[in-house]
């Protein structure tokens, strides 16, 4: 444990040796998917620190990340336009449901790298 604060507990991930998602693992269709979480947090987590890299050859595309069943165009946690050809790193504090899933969308783009790992995880 990193962290114990209102009752919430963080702890970072064991392993950090290998991105937990990778390009192939996303469609990218700019539609809304579920992406499991399950195999990498225990149940009862409350909260995920994502962190992630992109990189696309194409300017002005998007992708985000919001909370299960949040589809909203204000209910979005995260939400990024990487240049063509630059790019772009995240950190996001990601709020997850009790089935370990989180949803995701990605312009339908070429994406040069999509990386994706679970940092560290909250419950409580």
Known sequence: ??????GMQMFAKPDQQSYDFELEDFTR?????DLDLSGI?????????????????T?????????????????KSLRFEP???IGCN?????PVNTDRKIR????NVN???????IVAYFTG
């Open 90 to 94: 995240i950190d996001c504090l990601m």
């Open 29 to 33: 269709d700019y539609q809304y998917h």
């Open 1 to 6: 444990m990193l962290i114990k604060s209102q």
């Open 41 to 57: 947090i225990p149940a009862g987590t409350k909260a995920v620190l994502l962190w992630g890299a992109f990189k696309s050859d």
């Open 111 to 117: 994406y040069l790298y999509i990386n994706l790992s």
């Open 83 to 85: 240049v063509a050809n």
């Open 59 to 75: 300017a002005d595309c998007e992708g985000s990340f919001a909370q299960s069943g949040h589809t909203g165009e204000y209910l």
């Open 104 to 107: 995701y969308r990605f312009s």
